[in-house]
C-alpha cells in the first residue's frame, strides 16, 4: 500500500509540468498570516491583495478605483459614505458576495483583537441598506475615508462562521489563518508558512484578465545574496528588493531586468523635543540644544543629502523638504526644496544658538529596517561632525530599536514613515501631532513635537470636504513643519524590484506585488 | 554501575536546566517582538495589552518557569510569526534538516575515509598531496562563503543544479522526503557538500594519520612478509584498526553537522529547523528560539551522555577508578 502511494507519488512529482506560464517569487519576508484583518504590515495587505479584496482599491499610479464597490458619495453634509456594491460577485468558494459580508468584515476589522482597528476610528456604524448598497457613518465628516480603507479586505461572513474564525486570532492562530476565501483575481492553493505559498487564478474573477499566469509561487528567501543567485539563474522570475550594490551588475545582465522607482517612504531624522538636557554628551548634561530651533535648521543646513544619495543610495533615491514624498496626496509643491547643503551657515546658526564649538551626543539609528540604514547615519555622522556636532552614532538592530526610541534613550534618531492612506494627513497624525493616548494621535512622535497650531488644524484637515481649503490647511501645516525644523526629511527610499527579461508587470509605489498586472512573455 | 548512569543523567538534565536558564536571560538582548507584530498604527495601550497577554512583562525566571511548566507536558507554546504550536512546525521542518545531515554525514565519512585512505598510501603521489592541500581549503574556508561560491558556479554560470530551495518534495506519513524526486535530488547535491566539507577534510585527515601510524606498526610488516596482497593488508588489517578513533570523532561531529546546518540553510534557503531558528531570532520569535536551543541541547547531551555510557563499558579503568581503586 505505501509502496503503491510511493510510486504515485513518484509518477506524479516526475510527470511533466503542464505547459503553462508559471511565475514564482522571492521576497524577504513571508506574510505571517493569511488573515487580512490580523496583521496590518505592507508583507501580508501587499500579498493578500491578490486574493482578497476592499471596496475599493488602488490603479497602477495609486488614486482609488472601484473594486467591490462601483460607486461612493457622501451621505448629506457629510455623515458618512454611501457604497454601492457590486452585484454578480462570489468569493473563491462559490457563495455570492453581499452587503451582510461588508458588515461582517467591519465588524471583524474594527474589533480590538484586530490589528487593522485604527482604520475604523472615524466610523461610527456602518448600516446595511439592502443588499447591494451599504452606509458607512462617521462621527465627522471624512472626505479621505474611501482612500483610507482600499486595504480593507472583505471575507465571506458564512466561511469565517462555518470555520470558527469570526475574529482574527493574533496569538495562536486559527483557520483563517491558513487558509483564504476572498473575491480576488487568485487563490491561494497550497500554504506552507515560511516555505511555500501557491496562487491560480481564480476563474471566477468579476474583473477583467490582464495576466496570463497559470500558476504562481512565493517563496521567502532571506539572504539577499541567495535571492540575487535565484534570480540570475532563473530559479525564480521576479525578486523584491534587489540589494542597491547589486543594481549595476544585474543590469548589465541581458536576462534580467531592474525595475527602479520612489517608494512612499520618507527617511528622516527626529530630536527629542521635549527632553530637559542631552542623555549621551559628555559635556553638555544639563541643557538640551535640539530644543533650539537654530540648532535643528544647523542639522539641517549640515547634511549634504545629494551627496548621501549619489554614494550610499548610488543615484536611486530622491532628496526630500516635506515628511511625504511628491507621490502623495496633499503633498505641497511649494515648499519642495530642501535647507541647502551649507557648513558655513550651519556653524553660524550654531554660534548663534550659544554653541561655537558645538556639542557631543548620541545618534540612534537600525541597522536592517531601511535601505543601507547604517551608512546613512555613519555619513550623516561624519557631515555633522564637520560643523562642531560630534555624534556617537549607535547602531542596532530594528527589534532592540524600537524599545530604545520608546524609552527616549536617544539625543537623535533616524526614522522612516510611509503613509498607509498615501495623504499629507497621515504624517502629522503620527508624527506631529501632540502624543494623546486617549485620540490616538502622535503614537510615533517619539520626540514629542508639540504645536498648538498643527494640533488645531489636524482634525479640520480630516473633516475638510472642499479640496483647496484642505490643501491650504496642509500647506500651513508643512510650512510650519519645515519653519520649526520639527524633523530633517532627507530622502525618498527607492524601490529595487529584479525580473527575469521575459516578465512584465507594474511597481506600485507603496511595494505592493499586484500579481495581475504581471505577464510572462 | 547504574549509579554511574543515574548520576551522569541527573548532570545531564542539570546542564539541560543551565541551558534554558541562560538562553532565557538572552532572550531580552534579541529585541522586542512586540513591535513586529503590531503594525504601524499601534498604540501605546495595545503594546502594553500584547506584551501582558505574552507574559512578556514578567521577569526572565518567571518566563522561563512557564516554559518549563509547558514543555514538560509537550507543549512548547505557540509562534509569535506563524501563530501555530510550535511542536508542530518544528515536526514540519525536521525532515528537511535531517536529510541534508543524512547526506552530508554520508558523504563526509564515505569520501573522507576513502581519500584518507588513498592520502595515507600514496603518501607521496602529486594526487594524493594535491588532495591534501585542497582539503586545506575544505578547513579553512568559511561554510557561508563555500556555499555563495558553489551557487555561483554551478546555478547561476552553469546553470545545472537549483540555487535555493529543495525542490519537490513527497509527502510520507507527515514526512517530507525530497529524495523521490529529480528536483529534490538535484536540490540536495549543493547544500549536502556544503554543510560536509569540513566534516569530510577532518575524517580525511584523521584517516590519513591514523593509516600512517597504523602502517608503521609490525603486525603490517610480518603481514607484507607473509606475502598478503596489498589489499587485504591495507583494508582488512590497517583499516580496521584505524577506525576506533575515527568512529568517535564521527559521533560527536553528528551534532555538530545538524547544529552548523543554520549557515548552509540560511545560505540555500533550505526549509529546515536551522533557517526556522535564524527566522525567529529575526522576528525575536522567543518560543521558536527556546524550543530550537532546548532541542539543540538535548541533542547534545543526549550523545555525550551515550559516548559516556559506552566509555564506561569500554574502557576497564574507569569502573576500577570509580570503584576508588589505586
Same mark, same amino acid.
Given at each position: 500500500?505505501?509502496?503503491?502511494?510511493?510510486?504515485?507519488?513518484?509518477?506524479?512529482?516526475?510527470?511533466?509540468?503542464?505547459?503553462?506560464?508559471?511565475?514564482?517569487?522571492?521576497?524577504?519576508?513571508?506574510?505571517?498570516?493569511?488573515?487580512?484583518?490580523?496583521?496590518?504590515?505592507?508583507?501580508?495587505?501587499?500579498?493578500?491583495n491578490?486574493?482578497?479584496e476592499g471596496l475599493v482599491r488602488r490603479d497602477k499610479d495609486m488614486t482609488i478605483e472601484p473594486a467591490l464597490a462601483?460607486?461612493?458619495?457622501?451621505?448629506?453634509?457629510?455623515?458618512?459614505?454611501?457604497?454601492?456594491?457590486?452585484?454578480?460577485?462570489?468569493?473563491?468558494?462559490?457563495?455570492?458576495?453581499?452587503?451582510?459580508?461588508?458588515?461582517?468584515?467591519?465588524?471583524?476589522?474594527?474589533?480590538? %483583537?484586530?490589528?487593522?482597528?485604527?482604520?475604523?476610528?472615524?466610523?461610527?456604524?456602518?448600516?446595511?441598506?439592502?443588499?447591494?448598497?451599504?452606509?458607512?457613518?462617521?462621527?465627522?465628516?471624512?472626505?479621505?475615508?474611501p482612500g483610507?480603507?482600499a486595504n480593507?479586505?472583505?471575507?465571506?461572513?458564512?466561511?469565517?462562521?462555518?470555520?470558527?474564525?469570526?475574529?482574527?486570532?493574533?496569538?495562536?492562530?486559527?483557520?483563517?489563518?491558513?487558509?483564504?476565501?476572498?473575491?480576488?483575481a487568485?487563490?491561494?492553493?497550497?500554504?506552507?508558512?515560511?516555505?511555500?505559498?501557491?496562487?491560480?487564478?481564480?476563474?471566477?474573477?468579476?474583473g477583467e484578465?490582464e495576466?496570463?499566469?497559470?500558476?504562481?509561487?512565493?517563496?521567502?528567501?532571506?539572504?539577499?545574496?541567495?535571492?540575487?543567485?535565484?534570480?540570475?539563474?532563473?530559479?525564480?522570475?521576479?525578486?523584491?528588493?534587489?540589494?542597491?550594490?547589486?543594481?549595476?551588475?544585474?543590469?548589465?545582465?541581458?536576462?534580467?531586468?531592474?525595475?527602479?522607482?520612489?517608494?512612499?517612504?520618507?527617511?528622516?531624522?527626529?530630536?527629542?523635543?521635549?527632553?530637559?538636557?542631552?542623555?549621551?554628551?559628555?559635556?553638555?548634561?544639563?541643557?538640551?540644544?535640539?530644543?533650539?530651533?537654530?540648532?535643528?535648521?544647523?542639522?539641517?543646513?549640515?547634511?549634504?543629502?545629494?551627496?548621501?544619495?549619489?554614494?550610499?543610495?548610488?543615484?536611486?533615491?530622491?532628496?526630500?523638504?516635506?515628511?511625504?514624498?511628491?507621490a502623495?496626496q496633499?503633498?505641497?509643491?511649494?515648499?519642495?526644496?530642501?535647507?541647502?547643503?551649507?557648513?558655513?551657515?550651519?556653524?553660524?546658526?550654531?554660534?548663534?544658538?550659544?554653541?561655537?564649538?558645538?556639542?557631543?551626543?548620541?545618534?540612534?539609528?537600525?541597522?536592517?529596517?531601511?535601505?543601507?540604514?547604517?551608512?546613512?547615519?555613519?555619513?550623516?555622522?561624519?557631515?555633522?561632525?564637520?560643523?562642531?556636532?560630534?555624534?556617537?552614532?549607535?547602531?542596532?538592530?530594528?527589534?532592540?530599536?524600537?524599545?530604545?526610541?520608546?524609552?527616549?534613550?536617544?539625543?537623535?534618531?533616524?526614522?522612516?514613515?510611509?503613509?498607509?492612506?498615501f495623504?499629507?494627513?497621515?504624517?502629522?497624525?503620527?508624527? %506631529?501631532?501632540?502624543?494623546?493616548?486617549?485620540?490616538?494621535?502622535?503614537?510615533?512622535?517619539?520626540?514629542?513635537?508639540?504645536?498648538?497650531?498643527?494640533?488645531?488644524?489636524?482634525?479640520?484637515?480630516?473633516?475638510?470636504?472642499?479640496?483647496?481649503?484642505?490643501?491650504?490647511?496642509?500647506?500651513?501645516?508643512?510650512?510650519?513643519?519645515?519653519?520649526?525644523?520639527?524633523?530633517?526629511?532627507?530622502?525618498?527610499?527607492?524601490?529595487?524590484?529584479?525580473?527575469?527579461?521575459?516578465?512584465?508587470m507594474t511597481q506600485r509605489p507603496d511595494?505592493f506585488?499586484i500579481?495581475r498586472w504581471?505577464?510572462?512573455? | 554501575?547504574?549509579?554511574?548512569?543515574?548520576?551522569?543523567?541527573?548532570?545531564?538534565?542539570?546542564?539541560?536546566?543551565?541551558?534554558?536558564?541562560?538562553?532565557?536571560?538572552?532572550?531580552?538582548?534579541?529585541?522586542?517582538?512586540?513591535?513586529?507584530?503590531?503594525?504601524?498604527?499601534?498604540?501605546?495601550?495595545?503594546?502594553?495589552?500584547?506584551?501582558?497577554?505574552?507574559?512578556?512583562?514578567?521577569?526572565?525566571?518567571?518566563?522561563?518557569?512557564?516554559?518549563?511548566?509547558?514543555?514538560?507536558?509537550?507543549?512548547?507554546?505557540?509562534?509569535?510569526?506563524?501563530?501555530?504550536?510550535?511542536?508542530?512546525?518544528?515536526?514540519?521542518?525536521?525532515?528537511?534538516?535531517?536529510?541534508?545531515?543524512?547526506?552530508?554525514?554520508?558523504?563526509?565519512?564515505?569520501?573522507?575515509?576513502?581519500?584518507?585512505?588513498?592520502?595515507?598510501?600514496?603518501?607521496?603521489?602529486?594526487?594524493?598531496?594535491?588532495?591534501?592541500?585542497?582539503?586545506?581549503?575544505?578547513?579553512?574556508?568559511?561554510?557561508?562563503?563555500?556555499?555563495?561560491?558553489?551557487?555561483?558556479?554551478?546555478?547561476?554560470?552553469?546553470?545545472?543544479?537549483?540555487?535555493?530551495?529543495?525542490?519537490?518534495?513527497?509527502?510520507?506519513?507527515?514526512?517530507?522526503?525530497?529524495?523521490?524526486?529529480?528536483?529534490?535530488?538535484?536540490?540536495?547535491?549543493?547544500?549536502?557538500?556544503?554543510?560536509?566539507?569540513?566534516?569530510?577534510?577532518?575524517?580525511?585527515?584523521?584517516?590519513?594519520?591514523?593509516?600512517?601510524?597504523?602502517?608503521?606498526?609490525?603486525?603490517?610488516?610480518?603481514?607484507?612478509?607473509?606475502?598478503?596482497?596489498?589489499?587485504?593488508?591495507?583494508?582488512?588489517?590497517?583499516?580496521?584498526?584505524?577506525?576506533?578513533?575515527?568512529?568517535?570523532?564521527?559521533?560527536?561531529?553528528?551534532?555538530?553537522?545538524?547544529?552548523?546546518?543554520?549557515?548552509?540553510?540560511?545560505?540555500?534557503?533550505?526549509?529546515?529547523?536551522?533557517?526556522?531558528?535564524?527566522?525567529?531570532?529575526?522576528?525575536?520569535?522567543?518560543?521558536?528560539?527556546?524550543?530550537?536551543?532546548?532541542?539543540?541541547?538535548?541533542?547534545?547531551?543526549?550523545?555525550?551522555?551515550?559516548?559516556?555510557?559506552?566509555?564506561?563499558?569500554?574502557?576497564?579503568?574507569?569502573?576500577?577508578?570509580?570503584?576508588?581503586?589505586?
Amino acid at each position: 500500500m505505501s509502496r503503491a502511494l510511493t510510486i504515485a507519488a513518484l509518477i506524479a512529482a516526475l510527470a511533466p509540468a503542464v505547459q503553462a506560464e508559471e511565475f514564482t517569487w522571492a521576497e524577504t519576508t513571508d506574510p505571517q498570516t493569511m488573515d487580512p484583518h490580523a496583521v496590518n504590515s505592507a508583507a501580508v495587505l501587499g500579498f493578500l491583495n491578490n486574493v482578497y479584496e476592499g471596496l475599493v482599491r488602488r490603479d497602477k499610479d495609486m488614486t482609488i478605483e472601484p473594486a467591490l464597490a462601483t460607486a461612493w458619495e457622501p451621505i448629506g453634509d457629510g455623515e458618512g459614505w454611501r457604497f454601492t456594491l457590486r452585484e454578480g460577485v462570489t468569493f473563491h468558494d462559490g457563495s455570492a458576495f453581499t452587503a451582510e459580508d461588508v458588515l461582517f468584515s467591519y465588524q471583524r476589522a474594527s474589533n480590538e %483583537a484586530s490589528d487593522t482597528r485604527s482604520w475604523f476610528a472615524p466610523v461610527s456604524e456602518v448600516v446595511v441598506v439592502d443588499d447591494y448598497t451599504v452606509d458607512i457613518m462617521t462621527s465627522a465628516p471624512n472626505p479621505i475615508f474611501p482612500g483610507s480603507i482600499a486595504n480593507w479586505m472583505i471575507m465571506d461572513s458564512g466561511w469565517a462562521e462555518a470555520n470558527n474564525a469570526t475574529l482574527p486570532d493574533k496569538e495562536s492562530g486559527n483557520y483563517a489563518t491558513l487558509n483564504t476565501n476572498g473575491t480576488g483575481a487568485f487563490r491561494v492553493t497550497a500554504r506552507e508558512p515560511g516555505l511555500r505559498t501557491v496562487l491560480e487564478p481564480f476563474d471566477g474573477w468579476w474583473g477583467e484578465v490582464e495576466h496570463n499566469i497559470t500558476r504562481a509561487e512565493l517563496t521567502p528567501i532571506q539572504n539577499p545574496a541567495t535571492a540575487v543567485a535565484a534570480l540570475l539563474s532563473g530559479d525564480v522570475d521576479f525578486i523584491n528588493p534587489v540589494p542597491i550594490q547589486d543594481v549595476a551588475r544585474l543590469q548589465q545582465d541581458d536576462d534580467v531586468e531592474v525595475i527602479q522607482g520612489i517608494e512612499a517612504r520618507v527617511i528622516m531624522l527626529g530630536f527629542p523635543h521635549e527632553a530637559d538636557a542631552l542623555k549621551f554628551s559628555s559635556e553638555t548634561t544639563d541643557t538640551n540644544p535640539f530644543a533650539d530651533v537654530r540648532v535643528r535648521q544647523a542639522v539641517a543646513h549640515a547634511i549634504n543629502v545629494p551627496a548621501i544619495l549619489q554614494t550610499i543610495m548610488r543615484g536611486n533615491a530622491e532628496e526630500v523638504a516635506q515628511l511625504v514624498s511628491p507621490a502623495m496626496q496633499g503633498y505641497s509643491p511649494a515648499l519642495a526644496a530642501r535647507p541647502a547643503y551649507d557648513p558655513d551657515q550651519a556653524r553660524a546658526l550654531l554660534a548663534e544658538a550659544g554653541y561655537p564649538d558645538g556639542f557631543s551626543f548620541g545618534l540612534k539609528c537600525p541597522n536592517d529596517r531601511y535601505l543601507n540604514d547604517e551608512s546613512v547615519c555613519q555619513a550623516v555622522t561624519g557631515m555633522l561632525a564637520q560643523v562642531g556636532l560630534r555624534a556617537t552614532l549607535d547602531a542596532m538592530p530594528v527589534q532592540n530599536y524600537w524599545p530604545e526610541l520608546r524609552a527616549d534613550n536617544y539625543d537623535m534618531y533616524l526614522l522612516g514613515w510611509s503613509p498607509g492612506t498615501f495623504d499629507a494627513e497621515h504624517p502629522i497624525r503620527f508624527l %506631529a501631532a501632540t502624543p494623546n493616548e486617549e485620540k490616538r494621535l502622535g503614537s510615533w512622535n517619539f520626540g514629542g513635537y508639540s504645536n498648538a497650531r498643527v494640533d488645531e488644524l489636524l482634525p479640520q484637515i480630516q473633516s475638510e470636504l472642499d479640496d483647496a481649503t484642505r490643501q491650504a490647511m496642509l500647506d500651513e501645516v508643512a510650512m510650519t513643519l519645515q519653519d520649526e525644523m520639527a524633523y530633517v526629511p532627507m530622502y525618498v527610499q527607492p524601490l529595487v524590484w529584479g525580473t527575469r527579461s521575459n516578465i512584465s508587470m507594474t511597481q506600485r509605489p507603496d511595494n505592493f506585488f499586484i500579481l495581475r498586472w504581471v505577464t510572462v512573455n | 554501575m547504574l549509579a554511574y548512569i543515574i548520576r551522569r543523567m541527573g548532570q545531564s538534565a542539570l546542564v539541560l536546566l543551565i541551558v534554558g536558564l541562560v538562553a532565557f536571560s538572552m532572550f531580552r538582548f534579541v529585541g522586542d517582538p512586540i513591535d513586529n507584530m503590531l503594525g504601524q498604527e499601534r498604540t501605546a495601550e495595545d503594546i502594553e495589552r500584547l506584551r501582558e497577554q505574552l507574559g512578556l512583562d514578567q521577569p526572565f525566571a518567571v518566563q522561563y518557569f512557564r516554559f518549563l511548566e509547558g514543555a514538560v507536558q509537550g507543549n512548547f507554546g505557540v509562534s509569535y510569526r506563524q501563530g501555530r504550536p510550535v511542536s508542530e512546525i518544528l515536526l514540519e521542518r525536521a525532515p528537511a534538516t535531517l536529510e541534508l545531515a543524512a547526506v552530508s554525514g554520508i558523504l563526509a565519512i564515505v569520501f573522507g575515509i576513502a581519500l584518507g585512505v588513498f592520502t595515507a598510501i600514496r603518501r607521496n603521489g602529486f594526487t594524493a598531496n594535491f588532495i591534501m592541500s585542497a582539503s586545506l581549503i575544505g578547513v579553512s574556508l568559511p561554510t557561508f562563503l563555500i556555499g555563495i561560491l558553489l551557487i555561483y558556479i554551478f546555478s547561476v554560470e552553469l546553470g545545472w543544479l537549483p540555487s535555493f530551495g529543495r525542490g519537490e518534495t513527497v509527502d510520507i506519513g507527515g514526512w517530507s522526503t525530497g529524495f523521490l524526486t529529480e528536483s529534490g535530488l538535484k536540490a540536495l547535491i549543493l547544500p549536502a557538500i556544503t554543510l560536509g566539507l569540513y566534516q569530510m577534510t577532518l575524517i580525511m585527515r584523521l584517516v590519513r594519520s591514523e593509516m600512517l601510524e597504523v602502517l608503521r606498526q609490525d603486525y603490517i610488516r610480518f603481514a607484507r612478509a607473509r606475502g598478503l596482497k596489498d589489499r587485504a593488508i591495507n583494508f582488512r588489517h590497517a583499516l580496521k584498526n584505524t577506525m576506533v578513533p575515527v568512529i568517535t570523532v564521527i559521533g560527536l561531529q553528528l551534532g555538530a553537522i545538524i547544529a552548523f546546518a543554520i549557515i548552509t540553510e540560511t545560505v540555500f534557503q533550505w526549509p529546515g529547523v536551522g533557517l526556522l531558528f535564524i527566522n525567529a531570532i529575526q522576528f525575536v520569535d522567543i518560543p521558536v528560539m527556546a524550543a530550537y536551543l532546548m532541542l539543540i541541547s538535548v541533542m547534545f547531551v543526549g550523545i555525550n551522555l551515550i559516548v559516556d555510557i559506552l566509555y564506561f563499558f569500554i574502557d576497564p579503568r574507569l569502573r576500577v577508578d570509580r570503584a576508588g581503586g589505586h
